[in-house]
């Protein structure tokens, strides 16, 4: 099995949400002779409605293999099961966004693994224009993909690294629709991050080894990297780090990825001895969250070495596995999933 590496108390917010529910199946000319009406492209996605909400999953028809098949009906599972929005167990799938169906789902998500080019066509850009300004929602799951990671897309399948930058041919794909936009960093504040659970899992279970950079670097305050696009005053379309690769169960309930983690370490001397150490592999840019640059290096392909920071340390990172991580990772992620969700479908 693949080692997937991540990037207190949990607080659960009750919620007195109102069923979302979708916009009306498209009706269907009765003589058989007739065409279909084109969907009513002018009125809002519907979010108040018929008693359970369904999900659509975009997945190019072609793909090889589809990526975490069990991961959005384990979520939605979750979602169906620890919160008051009644959702459907298990999503439609559609293979593109020139499919007219987008419109009668108030949540999108897609794999960007599951799409081979981001290239965008007149009628997907026609249709997700109109899609986002009638109040639809759309997630990318590793839409965030350190430069490292991007030589081989699967292998931002298997490692969540923080960055605060959309993959370019996704932020250019979007760009084509929306003219001087940009994805931007969503602050630590924002409501995406505690609009049902705030904060991260229990920290003690985590080995000490690992506690203090997760709660203070990694995911300070149950918090990660995303970045959006806003439409209309309102975020529109979010992009993350893979973090599907932490909700999927098998048949008998077990996690079905083990997830392991990567820290940053430092030490005396550290930063004088490796900024003088031979080096024979590549050097990749990635944002932080204020714009500033880490320089990352890598020895092994997709793997990370070291850091120079933009203060001038050099850090090390150090890569753990155990139980206790596994399952902490897999609470987190399962947690982020759940509160994209819910903002999308309240806000």
């Not at 224009?129 to 759309?138: K, P, S």
């Amino acid at each position: 099995m693949k080692q997937r590496y991540a990037g207190k108390a949990m607080t659960v917010v009750t919620l007195g949400l109102v069923l979302i529910g979708l916009l009306p199946i498209h009706a269907w000319a009765q003589d058989a002779s007739e065409t279909a009406p084109a969907p009513d492209q002018t009125q809002p996605i519907q979010k108040v409605g018929p008693p359970s909400v369904k999900v659509l999953q975009i997945v190019e028809s072609g793909t090889i293999s589809r990526k975490y098949t069990s991961a959005l009906p384990t979520l939605l599972g979750h979602v169906a099961e620890e919160t008051s929005v009644h959702v459907e167990r298990i999503q439609d799938v559609a293979a593109s966004f020139e499919d007219e169906r987008i419109f009668d789902y108030p949540f999108i998500y897609v794999n960007y693994a599951d799409r081979e080019k981001w290239e965008f066509s007149e009628t997907e850009r026609r249709n997700i224009r109109a899609y986002l300004e009638r109040g639809g929602f759309i997630h990318i799951d590793a839409g965030i993909s350190a430069a490292f990671l991007r030589n081989e897309k699967n292998a931002g399948q298997h490692h969540s690294f923080a960055e605060w930058e959309a993959s370019p041919d996704v932020a250019d794909a979007f760009k084509s629709i929306f003219p001087g936009r940009k994805f931007k960093p969503l602050g630590r504040s924002h409501k995406v991050f505690s609009c049902f659970y705030e904060g991260l899992p229990d920290t003690e279970k985590l080995p000490e080894t690992v506690r203090e950079f997760v709660i203070n670097e990694k995911w300070p305050q149950g918090t990660y990297s995303f970045v959006g696009l806003t439409v209309k005053g309102r975020l529109a379309v979010l992009c993350s780090p893979i973090i599907a690769m932490g909700w999927g169960k098998n048949q008998l309930g077990n996690w079905e990825t083990t997830i392991g983690f990567r820290i940053r370490e430092g030490g005396k001397g550290l930063s004088e001895n490796l900024e003088t150490a031979a080096y024979g592999g590549k050097r990749f840019d990635t944002r932080r969250e204020d714009g500033a640059l880490d320089v990352v290096f890598c020895e092994q392909a997709a793997t990370p070495a070291w850091v120079q920071e933009p203060n001038g340390v050099w850090r090390m990172f150090a890569y753990y596995r155990s139980t206790e991580i596994s399952e902490f990772a897999h609470d987190f992620y399962t947690q982020l999933g759940v509160n994209i969700m819910i903002y999308a479908l309240t806000h």
